[in-house]
């Protein structure tokens, strides 16, 4: 079984560093995994394609060393066993509400005597049968992980019992549904999500856990770590395309190039 680069990490205590891909093109997974990143954040829950498309790709990603974090949609439990069964690590919960349902998901990611995840072996995270089901159960529990995202003011003031649940092993806020269900939309820097990060940094560290936080710039990321932030997603395949065509604008309209952009002039 593959291990999980991110786990082997956070057991040493060194940080971890995410980026997030939404293209549908293998080779962007296998570039991303070939050049080390720790993880890549498979998005299912506000992306269209299906778990058929997402097993090609971690099929790609599988070449180098990252891990496939998978998201699904909030409730979707079966969803999650398949994504670990096409070779997911690590799965992403969203909008978790309390306790009760972050236990909900923890059952789901992981065989008993931790969970109650369905055993099939014939799929690409054994791989295809070609372990014992006792060692391929024990070594899936031990090199699975699950994300569980704080998305609300009503689940921050639920954290410390969110992140005392067993099988949880990272926090991870959502800036961008939490400052829109803060009602500060898009302020993902004012003194509300500052003071999210520093109350999920606390109950993780009470309750012995890792916790995280995307990062829209360097300097974000530097102060994350320092409030002791060991996961950190920084950029997205979208956005670094959109940048680098914004760029090619900004270099080349000098020369007497024009272009007809449907988002306005480029800055």
């Known amino acids: 079984m593959r291990p999980s680069r991110i786990k082997a990490k956070l057991e040493r205590d060194e940080p971890v560093l995410v980026t997030t891909l939404h293209l549908v093109d293998p080779s962007i997974f296998e570039l991303a995994s070939l050049m080390g990143f720790d993880g890549i954040w498979m998005d299912l829950e506000h992306h ?5 498309t997402a097993a090609g790709l971690m099929r790609a990603a599988r070449v180098g060393s990252a891990d496939i974090i998978a998201r699904p949609a909030k409730g979707e439990f079966m969803r999650m066993q398949r994504m670990l069964e096409a070779g997911a690590q690590g799965i992403m919960y969203p909008r978790c509400d309390d306790a009760r349902e972050a236990a909900e998901a923890a059952g789901w990611a992981r065989f008993a005597p931790l969970g109650r995840r369905g055993c099939d072996g014939g799929n690409p995270d054994m791989p295809y049968l070609t372990m014992p089901i006792d060692q391929y159960v024990a070594e899936a529990n031990r090199q699975t992980f699950l994300i569980v995202q704080i998305e609300s003011p009503e689940a921050l003031e639920r954290v410390d019992e969110i992140a005392a649940v067993d099988g949880v092993d990272i926090l991870l806020l959502g800036p961008g549904d939490y400052s829109i ?7 993902m820097d004012d003194q509300r999500t500052l003071d999210a990060k520093r109350k999920i940094a606390e109950a993780a560290r009470r309750a012995g856990k890792n916790w995280g936080c995307p990062a829209g710039s360097v300097e974000q990321a530097r102060e994350l770590l320092e409030l002791g932030a060991r996961l950190v997603c920084y950029q997205a395949d979208i956005v670094m395309i959109k940048s680098g065509l914004e760029q090619v604008q900004r270099e080349m309209g000098p020369l007497g190039f024009s272009f007809e952009n449907r988002f306005g002039p480029v800055k």
């Open 48 to 52: 269209a394609y299906s778990l058929e």
């Open 181 to 187: 269900l803060s009602g500060s939309p898009g302020r």
